[in-house]
């Protein structure tokens, strides 16, 4: 509630109660989904989330790689059947957890359906592999959520809340000459999604610097506006909503 609050200062209190249960609702859904990816067969999870234009990212893989960016609204777990419908090499960032059991559980699941993940700390080494052996790979990361304070190089506004922001994607587009795509994902019902491809940016070199993350942000913004009982509330997203002018204070001093 604190989150919707600060999000949506316009709506009543009656409101975001609404949105609230309608988030709960699909929160349970979700996590019922994760449990079921252990044991969904191909045919079930092409059913259930489905890709619209794919072409989109098939003729940009033909020419370079790809930073495919999404956020943890709807259904960010199946995304990993995307693989599915291509041959290029496709890997997941993520942060690895210290359960090693647990972790290696989790990772043998969302590489079910041809993918592989890789730790942040080693997907540059990797993109250098794959382009000096003419690889034009998928990286696919999930950037919408709060970074470390000491590793934060941006501050923006998201959802009218000034709060530090990942710009990893941008800085991997300009360096390595990537393309960025926005999957944009749709609940239909209960256990059916749609996700649709969109262009970001196709060359990156010579934009301004954080234009190319503001793009995605408001992207995320745009999705979440639209129906936000599907973005995941229960994280704090703006835990340090005040910091930057702590930070600014303290550096003047």
């Given at each position: 509630?604190?989150?919707?609050?600060?999000?949506?200062?316009?709506?009543?209190?009656?409101?975001?109660?609404?949105?609230?249960?309608?988030?709960?609702?699909?929160?349970?859904?979700?996590?019922?989904?994760?449990?079921?990816?252990?044991?969904?067969?191909k045919?079930?999870?092409?059913k259930?989330?489905?890709?619209?234009?794919?072409?989109?990212?098939?003729?940009?893989?033909?020419k370079?790689?790809?930073?495919?960016?999404?956020?943890?609204?709807?259904?960010?777990e199946?995304?990993?059947?995307?693989?599915m419908?291509?041959?290029?090499?496709?890997?997941?960032?993520?942060?690895p957890?210290?359960?090693?059991?647990?972790?290696?559980?989790?990772?043998?699941?969302?590489?079910?359906?041809?993918?592989?993940l890789?730790?942040?700390?080693?997907?540059?080494?990797?993109i250098i592999?794959?382009?000096?052996?003419?690889?034009?790979?998928?990286?696919?990361?999930?950037s919408?959520?709060?970074?470390?304070?000491k590793?934060?190089?941006y501050w923006?506004?998201?959802?009218?809340?000034?709060?530090?922001?990942?710009?990893?994607?941008?800085?991997?587009?300009?360096?390595?000459?990537l393309?960025t795509?926005?999957?944009?994902?749709?609940?239909i019902?209960?256990?059916?999604?749609?996700?649709?491809?969109?262009?970001?940016?196709e060359d990156?070199?010579?934009m301004?610097?954080?234009e190319?993350?503001d793009r995605?942000?408001?992207?995320?913004?745009?999705?979440?506006?639209e129906?936000?009982e599907?973005y995941?509330?229960?994280?704090n997203?703006?835990?340090?909503?005040?910091?930057?002018?702590?930070?600014?204070?303290t550096?003047?001093?």
């Amino acid at each position: 509630m604190k989150n919707l609050t600060l999000s949506f200062p316009e709506k009543s209190e009656q409101e975001l109660m609404i949105i609230q249960r309608k988030f709960y609702r699909h929160f349970v859904d979700v996590f019922i989904e994760m449990i079921k990816t252990f044991t969904m067969s191909k045919k079930q999870i092409r059913k259930r989330y489905k890709f619209k234009n794919f072409d989109l990212v098939s003729k940009l893989a033909e020419k370079k790689g790809i930073v495919l960016l999404g956020s943890h609204y709807a259904n960010w777990e199946w995304v990993v059947s995307f693989c599915m419908y291509t041959k290029v090499p496709s890997y997941g960032v993520f942060t690895p957890i210290s359960n090693k059991y647990f972790n290696d559980f989790i990772t043998k699941s969302r590489e079910r359906f041809g993918g592989y993940l890789i730790p942040g700390k080693k997907l540059i080494p990797k993109i250098i592999s794959d382009q000096k052996a003419g690889i034009n790979g998928f990286y696919g990361l999930l950037s919408d959520q709060s970074p470390q304070l000491k590793k934060t190089f941006y501050w923006a506004p998201f959802m009218g809340v000034k709060v530090p922001v990942h710009t990893g994607a941008e800085m991997l587009s300009k360096r390595f000459d990537l393309a960025t795509v926005f999957l944009d994902v749709k609940k239909i019902k209960r256990g059916y999604y749609e996700a649709t491809f969109e262009l970001v940016c196709e060359d990156a070199t010579n934009m301004k610097n954080f234009e190319l993350t503001d793009r995605f942000l408001a992207r995320v913004e745009k999705q979440i506006r639209e129906a936000p009982e599907f973005y995941f509330w229960t994280h704090n997203r703006f835990k340090h909503k005040d910091a930057s002018q702590v930070l600014r204070g303290t550096s003047n001093n």
